[in-house]
């Protein structure tokens, strides 16, 4: 297992060597540079030069990328300019922010569409078979952006029963029950799609499951059907199901953008966000890195888990 | 656990609304920094002038300068040497006093490049004070600038939150990290500043020029617009600026307050005088008249703007010419300029940003101005690019690939915007804005001349000569002048939308 593991980590290592050349390259292509997003109108040849050079953006595009690439494999992803502080404090303050959101929202949509969808296929057909079904299409069809909106209107505005935006309370808050409060509706708009789908993948995975013959001859023996479901068929469906939730945390993570945005939380979406409108190319940089390299590790661990669970998969 | 954190949420009923004494403002984006020295952007201006004084300030309501930390000045005859005299006994937040050396200390920062604190930069804007050739402490009250050359926009400069001075031993104690500690002699003090929370003020209780009432400001950056009109409606916040005209509605309701304030800022697109039909001033006095302004600012804009009659913001009340009619809106004349012009190639590549500073509803604004242009005979195609993308392209002259572009200025002196985008020198090879090419020697000599004029009735004639000269040349179709505007809870009182854009907090109750 451990050769298995060290593997994977090292060819992950060209992947993310990939990441930084394509997310230097983009940030060095696109139109627009930090100078004429720090001076507005007052952009004039003159200043922008002076700018650029003072944040050293005037070497040779090889010489620029070496020069980050060696940093950041020292720890120093450089400082930001617009927010006046170095890259890698800003990335882990807003990756802690979405942590605390995604990670939320993974559970969530883990336990809620893995629930689902065993219900949904021990009743197949069923009347909770077809409510389930409904609501399932109903979260998978309406973007996260627009539910987290019409959260706000009802839960915020209308009824002033949760905060609209931001993490914490400004004045008092700060424990865990004002984080819980300014959670709630991110936390659910953002799992509401994951949720959907992985109840369909989590109830066709059961199905099958659920038609082979060792059930049949675990339901001959008398086994009760609640252990049957959980113990016999979830765990074999759960070969099939992981994959999903491994895909779905990586959409949950990449959905967490929008719903930053309209909730206002303090994450590094909307971190990347800001960051690529005022051209903060380091910030930018470092914040891709930084998610993909997330992505990289998760993927690996949900590989290993997966390779525990069935031991045909380790190869 | 959706379930609990809901229930929980219910057995707390009404949130708690924000505390007494505490104004909390919505603000449109992190600021980048509290040194006034490296700030660039409005959204941190508004911060700024609450924590710190300039030598001087604009008067309420206006854009006319009035002492501050100054008690008063001389300026030389030729207009070449300033002399202030420093207010008696006024001290930094952090005790130290605010004498002639500390004020040399803010300008050499800033100017000097052999200063010890210039490294604590980059100073984007320094160069509204590169006139300057020497700062000298004279006495402890007593601080000269001398100038390379007359510049009356000098005073005005000083007023404009780059000129507010900060403490220099704040600067030595905070180093690169004195915009996330900094000490000024405003009306709050600083406190706190969470990252992406927000920055909060507490109040300066010696302060100079009267305590403030409010213990505290928070200011909070919501950058989503839905976003701030949602904490705004639900009582999150105390006040917000840069109410999107759509939810303006919504706000006349008794439970708040609509400020509005027309500002010094100018929208208008500009036209390609080299190549393509704007190169004949009929057809710019065309498009001039053929696009209705009255319903961009009515209809698209909700009446948060009101109808530009040429480069000059009515808000420079003492250089704008009101008797100056706004071209009005005639199809019939533009067709039949169109007409007289003989022209037959009538397409025109129109340039159209998805938003920026200033830029008001860019894109409802380009569609309505195509289609008032197509009426007429125009063909107008659009191509839209992202605000940096789209300065980008503006910026280095139209030549070649567009005849007219959308954009918008905000200044803090009426020389500004003509002077870098109306003159021959300021073309954009010669690193100005004139991304249109507009070349008028009169105008050219008139700009010039204002600028050295110390005296402001004088410089006001000129300006508005000016504006009536370049309102007949039409280099740009005039479109508005952006109203500003923020709204408060019914609980907050004595608050005036500042002309400058500012937010000026520090005389502000609440209830």
Not at chain 2, 399 to 405: I, N, R, S
Request: hydrophobic share 50%; with cysteine.
């Amino acid at each position: 297992m451990t050769g298995y593991i060290l593997r994977r980590l090292v060819s992950a290592i060209p992947v993310l060597l990939g990441i930084t050349v394509i997310v230097f390259l983009i940030m060095a292509m696109i139109p627009g540079d930090p100078a004429t997003a720090i001076l507005g109108s007052y952009a004039t040849p003159e200043n922008v030069a002076r700018i650029n050079a003072s944040l050293g953006l005037d070497k040779p595009l090889v010489q620029r990328y070496f020069i980050w690439l060696g940093h950041m494999l020292t720890g120093d992803f450089g400082r930001s300019y617009a927010l006046n502080r170095p890259v890698l404090d800003e990335i882990l303050d807003r990756f802690s922010a979405t942590m605390v959101l995604a990670g939320t929202s993974f559970v969530l949509c883990a336990i809620l569409g893995v629930l689902a969808g065993v219900v949904s296929a021990a009743r197949q057909y069923g009347w909770a078979d077809r409510a389930i079904t409904f609501v399932v299409l109903i979260g998978i069809s309406v973007p996260s952006f627009f539910l987290g909106m019409m959260m706000i209107l009802i839960f915020a505005v209308r009824l002033k029963w949760l905060p609209v935006s931001g993490m914490y309370a400004i004045y008092g808050g700060g424990d865990l029950a004002d984080l819980a409060r300014h959670l709630a509706m991110p936390a659910l708009a953002l799992a509401a799609v994951a949720t959907g789908v992985i109840a369909r993948m989590a109830r066709s995975a059961m199905l099958e499951v659920l038609r082979q013959d060792y059930i049949r001859t675990a339901r001959a023996k008398g086994v009760s059907e609640t252990r049957v479901v959980l113990r016999h068929a979830l765990k074999a469906a759960m070969v099939s199901i992981l994959p999903v939730l491994g895909l779905q945390a990586g959409f949950v993570l990449s959905g967490a953008v929008y719903i930053e945005m309209v909730f206002q939380w303090p994450g590094v979406g909307r971190m990347l966000v800001d960051a690529i409108l005022k051209r903060d190319i380091l910030l930018v940089q470092g914040g891709v890195v930084f998610v993909a390299a997330c992505y990289v590790v998760f993927n690996i661990a949900v590989d290993v888990v997966q390779g525990l669970l069935d031991p045909r998969i380790k190869a | 656990m959706a379930v609990s954190a809901l229930a929980l949420c219910a057995a707390s009923p009404a949130l708690a609304q924000t505390p007494a004494g505490v104004l909390i403002v919505g603000q449109i984006a992190e600021p980048k920094s509290l040194d006034p020295a490296a700030d660039t952007a409005v959204n941190d201006f508004r911060i700024l002038v609450n924590l710190y004084d300039g030598l001087v300030r604009y008067k309420s309501g206006t854009l006319e300068v009035e002492p501050a930390l100054a008690e008063g000045w001389e300026i030389s005859e030729g207009g070449t040497v300033y002399t202030f005299t420093l207010k008696e006994g006024v001290q930094f937040h952090d005790g130290t006093p605010v004498d002639a050396e500390a004020v040399k200390f803010n300008f050499d920062r800033m100017l000097v490049e052999d200063h010890p604190y210039h490294d604590t930069g980059p100073f984007p804007l320094a160069f509204f004070f590169s006139a300057i050739t020497q700062t000298e402490a004279v006495d402890a009250r007593t601080v000269k600038f001398t100038l390379n050359e007359p510049y009356a926009p000098f005073l005005s400069n000083l007023a404009y939150p780059t000129g507010l001075i900060v403490s220099p031993a704040g600067v030595k104690a905070g180093g690169k990290d004195f915009g996330r500690s900094p000490v000024g002699t405003g009306p709050f003090k600083f406190k706190e500043w969470r990252s992406n929370e927000a920055v909060v003020l507490e109040k300066n209780p010696d302060y100079w020029d009267g305590a403030p009432e409010l213990e505290a400001l928070v200011f909070r950056p919501i950058t989503d617009a839905n976003t701030r009109v949602a904490e705004m409606l639900s009582g999150g916040i105390d006040m917000m600026v840069e109410v999107p005209p759509t939810a303006l509605a919504q706000f006349r309701t008794q439970d708040f307050k609509l400020a509005e304030q027309a500002g010094p800022h100018v929208w208008f697109l500009i036209l390609n005088m080299k190549d393509g039909p704007f190169a004949d001033k009929l057809l710019r006095q065309a498009a001039n008249y053929a696009i209705n302004k009255k319903a961009l600012c009515g209809d698209v804009l909700e009446g948060t703007a009101a109808v530009s009659n040429g480069p000059v913001a009515p808000a420079f009340s003492w250089a704008y010419d009101d008797s100056l009619e706004p071209y009005p809106y005639d199809p019939e004349k533009a067709k039949a300029l169109i007409a007289q012009s003989g022209a037959t190639d009538l397409s025109v590549t129109f340039y159209v940003t998805e938003g920026g500073s200033g830029m008001l509803d860019p894109i409802p604004m380009g569609t309505a101005i195509q289609a008032d242009l197509k009426a007429v005979g125009f063909d107008v195609k659009i191509e839209t690019f992202e605000w940096n993308t789209f300065l980008g392209k503006v910026n280095p002259g139209l030549e070649g690939q567009a005849d007219m572009a959308e954009m918008a200025w905000m200044t803090n002196d009426p020389d500004t915007l003509p002077f870098l985008t109306l003159r021959t020198a300021a073309f954009p090879d010669q690193g100005g804005f004139n991304s249109g090419y507009y070349s008028n020697p009169e105008v050219d000599s008139l700009l010039e001349e204002a600028r050295k004029e110390t005296d402001q009735d004088k410089r006001g004639a000129l300006y508005r000569k000016m504006a009536g000269i370049v309102h007949d040349d039409a280099p740009w179709v005039f479109v508005a002048n952006w109203k500003q505007n923020a709204v408060t809870s019914a609980a907050v009182s004595h608050f005036t939308l500042q002309p400058s854009f500012l937010l000026e907090l520090g005389k502000v109750t609440k209830a």
